[in-house]
């Protein structure tokens, strides 16, 4: 006769409390919250719609901008229900300043994008400086499509020629950080997007 073996027991868990983040920390160097994760988390999904729709039967490749993107890609590729291959290009445009200076490429591309239809992906179109140069040169490695998708949108400040073609949201004209975004490379871990105090970076500027 067979033994009866006893169900595995699955490993017990321990129950803490948790407390909640509140980014005390983060939030005092904020004039205010311009998103918070609720909101963005809604708005990346509807985007994934939109790109899932018109992406549909193409071979998708999303090139996406370090660093500002990691949270933003993250969430949009987890919800993107359809095969797609993933690079990285790396740029580089700010020292401890907020104004827009030399675009410097920091990580080349991988993949081979020729014929393919990519889209690249970056935080947010500001002037327009970054991803003007970085779609002039991809569209040297000859792709069959090559659109633009941005979190953020700051139209006031727009001096080149570039248009997304999927926008998350369109924000007025104040340096804003979180979710990705970084003044100095700090702040890219909060969970929700702020505008930073004036008083932060002018007192960086100053050092
Ligand atoms: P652009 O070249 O002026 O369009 O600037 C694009 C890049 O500047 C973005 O990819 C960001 O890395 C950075 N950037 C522009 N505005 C902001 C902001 O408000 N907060 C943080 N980074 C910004
Ligand atoms: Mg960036």
Redesign the pocket.
């Known amino acids: 006769m067979k033994k009866k073996t006893k169900a595995k027991q699955s490993p017990t868990v321990s129950v803490t409390k948790t407390k909640p983040k509140q980014n005390h920390h983060a939030l005092m160097d904020m004039a205010s919250v311009l998103y918070r994760e609720r909101e963005i988390s809604r708005r990346v999904k509807e985007l994934s719609w939109d790109i899932e729709r018109d992406y549909a039967g193409k071979d998708l490749v999303v090139v996406s ?1 370090l660093n ?1 993107t990691v949270m933003f890609l993250a969430d949009l590729v987890r919800y993107l229900d359809m095969p797609l291959r993933l690079d990285f290009m790396g740029v580089s ?2 020292g401890k300043s907020t104004k ?1 200076g030399k ?1 410097v490429f920091t990580k080349e591309l991988k993949l081979d994008v020729k014929g393919r239809d990519v889209l690249l992906v ?10 003007a140069l970085v779609t002039s040169k991809l569209k040297k490695l000859k792709p069959r499509s090559l659109k633009v998708c941005v979190l953020l949108s ?1 139209s006031a400040r727009r001096t080149e020629k570039v248009v997304a073609d999927y926008v998350g949201f369109e924000i007025p004209d104040a ?3 979180g979710y990705g ?3 100095a490379e700090r702040y890219r871990n909060l969970p929700f997007i702020g505008i930073l105090k004036p008083g932060i970076y002018q007192e960086a500027v100053k050092k």
Request: negative net charge; glycine residues 8%; proline residues 0%.
């Open positions: 901008l500002g445009s700010y827009s675009v970056d935080d947010i179109l500001d002037t327009g400086k970054t991803l700051k340096f804003v950080v975004l970084d003044f």
